[in-house]
């Protein structure tokens, strides 16, 4: 059911609404719209164009809502894989000193980044080159975009979320808006925007009509789909909503990839856990202690080693417990148990939740600064950071047809150069 904000203090804020018609929820949508778009503040730039590292031959990308930096891993790697094949790519993946060697050989050149969570961007200065432009800033305050040739970015999804509370009128719901001022700002050829699968389905499908309206009413033609991560190689059931607009005069269709991983004729099987966490048993690394709630103990919340992981939380008290052991059972309505006891089973690590997201290894987490917070504290900022990625193996699927298309685009680009010059 729909539900809006009521003016009552306390538990209980949010109330079930009467059921809205469409054109009830649209005008609360449009009403939100007019009050986002008043809260961009006229500044001057923290940045100058001298700062925003632009290569002719490479498509520049803007990251928005970057985080720690999953989607652009993902991008660099499918732009790096229409260079030099993916086959060279794997080899050079694994070791950290050999993928620097040679990642600027990738067809996408990111050029700024931007969170507003600290640790985040501390990661992401740890494993992205130093040209990039890291900027923390409250996406609403940003006068003037850098131009880029695409836009990348999850922007945030609690008011989406099928677990959240589910308000047409959220205003965490919104920021979306900010990317499409970017977009009508530099118009970029192409954007890629990731979100829950609860969009779908918010103010009972209004709110992604409106959404995709709005990027098409940008200068896009916009695809979009729901994709699950277990599909291209991920050890996840994740599903997500994937957005990619391409500007309307260029001749480009984006077409989503076909699964390659599943159980039908000619594909891959699914990477299980036992293929992506198996070797670290023994030397998982630091996890998230404690108890658990009520709640977490409501449902079953560990697979087995032959399945892939429910989906990575944004919480390390929240994180799946580890398939080893017994299976938990159900002993009541809501009610489960760890049928071998509590002592023997634990949450997911840290590195075993990086490698269910499809992280290298060699890919570094900022648990801040604080050296004060408690240990669970500071592991918890690395879980939010891991949990509120974009697979990279996704993404790297999801970004496969823009680079194949990008490598033609630039050779064309050059070539059409090469012959004005020749005139």
């Known amino acids: 059911m729909v539900q809006i904000k009521i003016d009552e203090r306390g538990r209980g804020k949010f109330k079930p609404a009467p059921e809205l018609n469409k054109e009830e929820v649209k005008q609360i949508l449009m009403e939100k719209i007019r009050n986002e778009r008043e809260t961009v503040i006229e500044s001057t730039n923290d940045f100058s164009n001298d700062e925003i590292k632009h290569k002719n031959n490479k498509m520049n990308v803007v990251s928005l809502f970057s985080g720690c930096g999953g989607l652009d891993l993902g991008f660099e790697l499918a732009g790096l894989d229409a260079i030099i094949g993916k086959d060279n790519t794997e080899a050079i993946l694994t070791n950290k000193d050999n993928f620097n060697k040679k990642r600027n050989q990738s067809i996408f050149h990111t050029v700024y980044a931007n969170d507003i969570f600290d640790e985040a961007l501390q990661t992401y200065s740890l494993n992205f080159p130093s040209q990039v432009y890291k900027h923390k800033k409250d996406i609403r305050k940003i006068h003037e975009f850098p131009i880029g040739n ?48 609860g969009m779908l389905t918010l103010g009972k ?201 990008a490598v033609r685009y630039i050779e064309e680009k050059e070539t059409s150069y090469q012959m004005k010059l020749h005139l």
């Open 150 to 197: 695409i836009v990348i970015g999850g922007f945030p999804c609690p008011g989406f979320s099928e677990a959240g509370p589910r308000l047409v009128d959220d205003e965490r719901n919104f920021l979306y808006l900010h990317f499409i001022r970017c977009l009508i700002q530099t118009q970029p050829e192409i954007f890629i925007g990731e979100n829950v699968k």
């Open 205 to 405: 499908g209004e709110v992604f009509r409106q959404i995709r309206q709005d990027f098409e009413a940008a200068g896009y033609k916009v695809e979009a789909q729901l994709v699950n991560a277990r599909d291209y190689g991920v050890p996840q059931n994740r599903e997500r909503v994937i957005l990619v607009g391409v500007r309307n005069d260029l001749d480009f269709k984006y077409t989503f990839p076909d699964p390659t991983h599943g159980e039908g004729e000619g594909l891959i099987p699914y990477t299980t856990l036992k293929d992506a966490i198996g070797d670290l048993e023994q030397d998982p690394g630091p996890y998230f202690t404690g108890s658990y709630s009520t709640i977490f103990m409501s449902r079953n919340r560990k697979k087995r080693w032959d399945e892939q992981s429910f989906t990575i939380q944004a919480s390390g008290r929240q994180a799946p417990i580890h398939p080893g052991g017994s299976p938990m059972i159900k002993t009541g309505k809501d009610k489960w148990i760890f049928s071998d006891g509590e002592e023997h089973n634990r949450r997911l690590s840290i590195k075993e939740i990086a490698r269910i997201q499809t992280f290298p290894d060699w890919f570094e987490f900022s648990q801040g600064k604080n050296l004060k917070m408690s240990k669970n504290g500071r592991l918890d900022k690395v879980y939010k950071q891991i949990g509120n990625a974009v697979p990279v193996l996704l993404a790297r699927a999801i970004a496969k047809p823009i680079a194949d298309w």
